[in-house]
Each structure stands twice: as structure tokens, then as C-alpha cells.
């Protein structure tokens, strides 16, 4: 190989690497990640537009995992934990005739990211059950009544936006006399999004390059002779 195929890999090779690398998407926090029972988990906030509970709005609390309502939920783990809308973990709700909807946020920031590379994949559980929405866009749906006896999978990989992105945990809390709780659970298996690690080389910095380029052909070509 010459001379000049080798310096032109190279430059190439500095040239891409220098441009982007693979990193995890920040601020995707499973539910209750790091934070003890009775803990407000700042990542996640929740505003209950309809139901009993229409105008209660807050971040969730973490759950002890012992007393109601479990055993009927998912156990919690190392991993996470379900978040419930009050400090008291054995409050109920809608327990009239009108079903509760509970809307939680997560939002993470794609700044100096490039979007379009973006993707994630996870699981959630509620009480009772509905809808995962990125930047308004439905991808996941939990249709079972008791969604929170087993796990519901959502995943993206378009429809993200430069800068801060929103997911959205549209839970449904049917109404039921008696006791009748309602809660949030998540976790986050994956995540991929391209990061620019330094600026693109100015057009002079191009034109260097390809100058010295020309200049080590024309000394390969003088030694072929």
C-alpha cells in the first residue's frame, strides 16, 4: 500500500471518528430508581385530569412494596419500584362513577444529540390500565383491565425531536367502590442515540487537509519515477 493510501485512510478514519459516537439516551429513569419507600421521585410528575382526583398533580411517591395494594401489583425490585400519586400509599381514588385518568411525565433532552438515531425499548405496568405517548404519538397501548398483574412492553425508534422530548403514561383508573388504587410503574431495557463528539472541521481545515493530500502524491509520484 502506498504511502498516500495510507494517509488517505487515515485522515478518513480520524475524520469519521472525530464526528459521532454511540452513547445511552440520559434522564430514561425506570420508576423509583435509587430511592427509598415514601421517597417523591422528582424524574416522574403526574396530573389527574379526570376522575375524583381532577387537579391533584404532583411527583409520585415510591412504594414500600409491602402493604396495600400489594400483593395484587408486580413485586417491586432492585431495578424499580411503583410510584403512587400521594404520600399515602393506601390512598384511594375514584371510587364514585367516574373513572380516574392520571397523566405521568418523564422528559429527557436530546441537546447535541442527533435525534434521528434516537430509539429506546421498555415495559410498564399501571393500574388499571393505557396509553405510552412520545411527543404525542401513541406507542404503546395496555388494554387489559388489571394491567398490573403483568408487564406491557413500548418501544421507539422515530418521532424524536432535538432538545427536550416527552413521554407520556396515560393511566386509566376504572372506578370502583371501595378500595381502588392506582399507580405507575416502569422500566427502561435499552437506549441508543448519536452524539456528536466534536465540530465538523471548517472548510479551510478541508482544503488543508487535501493539499497535503496532493502534496504526498506528487512526492509518491517523483520516487515511482
Known sequence: MTLLARTSI????ALVSGLASAATIGGLVNTGSGLGAGSADGHYSFAAIAGDSTGLSGHGYVTNGNDAPFPNWIANSATSSWLVPTATQSDVFDTGSTAGVFKWTLTFDLTGFNASTASFTGRWSADNNGTVLLNGNVISTMGAEKGYLDWTTF??????VAGVNTLEFIVNNTATAGYNFTGLRTEFLSSNVTALTSAVPEPETYALMLAGLGALGFIARRRRR
Do not use: E, L, P, Y
Open 10 to 13: 487515515a485522515v478518513a478514519a
Open 155 to 160: 418501544a421507539a425508534s422515530s418521532g424524536f
